[in-house]
């Protein structure tokens, strides 16, 4: 976006790097092309990784927004770069499930793959530190993560963005398997924050099950580069 020069470094993350700018109300994100799982334990690098990641994003973004869905997105900027809205992180990861995978599998001691009659909401205490660990609306009240009218809304929010990722992913063949969101507050508001790609999502192709994601990263699959491709050229469709 014309207008807006990029200020100090604020933030850097495993996957992104956050600036501020000259306007007090707008961040730029730079995406990385730098990998990492199991917090941080493995890390790697994947060509290409941060466009990819900064146009996907974009693009579902761009979905849930016009399904009424308040993001902090504003535009791209360059290959691997966005243009936010400055927001207050609720420090509570939430994670919607529509099949058994990963962590769920474990815990559920179900095979992964299975549907899920309903989709499952988690909440986890976003703390690098303490593991990132699971915990549940009493935690979050009695601690003041939030209050049970932003958690209200981050719940409401989360669910319809699954049924608007759902939708328009369908028709071009990526199975939601699960996916990570974060929500800021934005004056008065929560909003969607943060980013919605490979890194964060669970997407797995509707008839091969193949795996499009960063679990080829976590389990050593190989392919990575070419499944984050894949994805990109699907949801640009």
Same mark, same amino acid.
């Given at each position: 976006?014309?207008?807006?020069?990029?200020?100090?470094?604020?933030?850097?993350?495993?996957? !992104?790097?956050?600036?501020?700018?000259?306007?007090?109300?707008?961040l730029?994100?730079?995406?990385?092309? @730098?990998a990492t799982?199991?917090?941080?334990k !493995?890390?790697?690098s994947?060509?290409? !990784?941060? @466009?990819?990641?900064? %146009?996907i994003?974009a693009?579902?973004?761009?979905?849930?927004? *016009?399904?009424?869905?308040?993001?902090h997105?504003?535009?791209?900027?360059?290959?691997?770069?966005?243009?936010?809205? *400055?927001?207050?992180?609720?420090?509570? %990861?939430?994670?919607v499930r529509?099949?058994?995978?990963?962590?769920?599998?474990?815990?559920?001691?179900?095979? %992964?793959?299975? @549907?899920?009659?309903?989709?499952?909401?988690?909440?986890?205490?976003?703390?690098?530190?303490?593991?990132?660990?699971?915990?549940?609306?009493?935690?979050?009240?009695?601690?003041?993560? @939030?209050?049970?009218?932003?958690?209200?809304?981050?719940?409401?929010?989360?669910?319809?963005?699954? %049924?608007?990722?759902?939708?328009?992913?369908?028709?071009?063949?990526?199975?939601?398997?699960?996916?990570?969101?974060e929500?800021?507050? /934005?004056?008065?508001?929560?909003?969607?924050?943060?980013?919605?790609?490979?890194?964060?999502?669970?997407?797995?192709?509707?008839?091969?099950?193949?795996k499009?994601?960063?679990?080829?990263?976590?389990?050593?699959?190989?392919?990575?580069?070419?499944? /984050?491709?894949?994805?990109?050229?699907?949801?640009?469709?």
């Open positions: 976006m014309d207008g807006v020069v990029k200020r100090d470094k604020l933030y850097e993350g495993k996957a !992104k790097i956050v600036y501020s700018t000259d306007d007090p109300d707008l730029i994100i730079h995406f990385k092309d @730098a799982a199991f917090n941080g !493995k890390k790697g994947i060509p290409g !990784k941060g @466009a990819m990641n900064a %146009e994003s693009i579902f973004f761009g979905v849930l927004q *016009r399904s009424g869905i308040p993001t997105f504003e535009a791209l900027l360059g290959a691997d770069e966005m243009l936010a809205k *400055r927001v207050g992180i609720v420090p509570v %990861e939430v994670v529509n099949v058994v995978a990963g962590s769920l599998a474990k815990r559920l001691g179900l095979p %992964e793959g299975t @549907a899920l009659g309903r989709p499952v909401l988690e909440f986890y205490y976003k703390n690098d530190e303490l593991g990132d660990p699971m915990i549940n609306e009493y935690h979050i009240y009695a601690v003041g993560l @939030a209050t049970e009218r932003e958690m209200s809304e981050i719940t409401r929010l989360a669910m319809k963005c699954d %049924e608007v990722l759902r939708e328009f992913l369908e028709p071009r063949d990526i199975e939601l398997v699960d996916f990570k969101l929500f800021g507050r /934005y004056g008065d508001s929560i909003i969607l924050a943060d980013e919605v790609t490979p890194d964060t999502c669970r997407f797995w192709d509707r008839n091969t099950r193949e499009m994601d960063k679990d080829r990263f976590r389990r050593d699959l190989g392919g990575v580069e070419e499944a /984050y491709r894949e994805v990109l050229r699907r949801v640009r469709s």
